[in-house]
């Protein structure tokens, strides 16, 4: 009987835990600022799009930018990036317009800057970049790019 207790008021712990970090964590991927810099990333990325070429590699020889990103092969993708460390009402938020002409989002830390893309090596293409990084196609314009694609085990949990 004493086991049973320990194990009843155990579980009410933990349950009592999980309610406390879900009442202080809201849902991180639908909050009105991430939806604000979703529909101006995508705006941004039509701009660039309508008014330049993409396919040049910049004057320095760089293969990426804070606007592109050109892979070995000639694709390229045109996007926009959000880390939660320079903005903590924005979670993670990367939407890009590849050079096939889908749209994709993803929730995959780049850090401040796409910091990571200094460490790496070009990637060979448009599909290797999206494989590695977690990338999703969606519309272009719906909340789609709000759910996350990183880390793989919150993906699984998409709505």
Not at 100 to 128: I, K
Request: charged share 25%; net charge negative; glycine share 8%.
């Amino acid at each position: 009987m004493k086991a049973l207790r320990r194990v009843v008021v155990f579980g009410c712990v933990i349950a009592g835990a999980v309610g406390l970090i879900l009442l202080l964590n809201p849902d991180q991927y639908h909050t009105p600022e991430r939806r604000a810099a979703k529909a101006r990333m995508i705006e941004e990325i039509a701009d660039q799009l309508a008014s330049s070429a993409q396919g040049s590699r910049d004057e320095d020889g760089s293969w990426w930018n804070e606007e592109i990103i050109r892979f070995s092969d000639g694709s390229w993708i045109a996007y926009r990036a959000q880390c939660h460390k320079a903005d903590p009402k924005v979670y993670d938020l990367f939407i890009g317009r590849g050079s096939n002409g889908r749209w994709y989002y993803s929730t995959y830390h780049f850090c401040v800057g796409m910091m990571l893309l200094h460490s790496t090596e070009q990637p060979e293409s448009l599909d290797a970049f999206v494989s590695a990084y977690a990338l999703e196609e969606f519309d272009g314009q719906s909340d789609e790019a709000l759910r996350p694609t990183w880390p793989a085990s919150q993906a699984g949990s998409r709505g």
